[in-house]
């Protein structure tokens, strides 16, 4: 008589699968979720990064060309500074020594600051040419003017002595995990300027 030999196959028992399925499934989301935090991180430091560099870069340009109001090499006299508001802020210097203020796109001879609220932005004017666009997503910003001896003033422009700005930047976009300003965050930076021409 002979006898029939069964052999048994190897493998996984549903159960056995179900809960190697499971263990995935967890260190799957486990992933997943370090993922996208890390994402969401990244991506606020880039936005902190961006509103940072765009404030800073803003505000040295305009330091450096305030500096160079009144700058008049052939001593003929004009208005070093044009227009003087919270908001608003002209300067003129003869650059290129020919004894007037070029009123050329190009010139860079008078430059025209402003605040365009309904934007949110910084605008940059050289000469007659429009306006473009300095610095976006500025929150607010601001000129105050002071005379020789430290007191702020807005009465005349020959008055002027010193001048600073102030700039608020914020993200261009709101942060889920930052809780205050509606998930926005923001950057002030304050500097004065003594254009040392305005004093001649």
């Not at 989301?29 to 935090?37: E, G, K, N, R």
């Not at 608003?88 to 070029?102: C, E, F, H, K, N």
């Amino acid at each position: 008589m002979h006898f029939l030999k069964i052999q048994r196959t190897v493998g996984f028992t549903l159960v056995e699968l179900m809960v190697a399925m499971g263990i995935g499934m967890v260190m799957l989301a486990a992933v997943t979720t370090t993922f996208m935090s890390q994402t969401r991180f990244y991506s606020a430091q880039e936005q902190i990064n961006e509103m940072e560099q765009s404030a800073r870069g803003a505000l040295d340009i305009m330091a450096r060309e305030i500096k160079m109001a009144g700058y008049d090499p052939t001593v003929v006299g004009f208005t070093e500074i044009s227009t003087f508001t919270s908001s608003q802020l002209t300067v003129q210097a003869d650059l290129d020594g020919s004894g007037d203020i070029t009123n050329s796109s190009t010139a860079n001879e008078q430059i025209a600051y402003a605040y365009d609220s309904a934007n949110k932005r910084i605008t940059r004017a050289v000469g007659n040419g429009s306006a473009e666009v300095l610095a976006e997503n500025i929150d607010s910003f601001d000129f105050t003017y002071y005379e020789a001896d430290g007191v702020t003033t807005a009465t005349t422009s020959s008055e002027i002595r010193q001048v600073k700005v102030n700039i608020t930047a914020k993200t261009a976009k709101p942060d889920p995990n930052y809780t205050s300003n509606g998930g926005y965050k923001t950057y002030n930076l304050s500097t004065t300027i003594t254009p040392i021409n305005l004093a001649l």
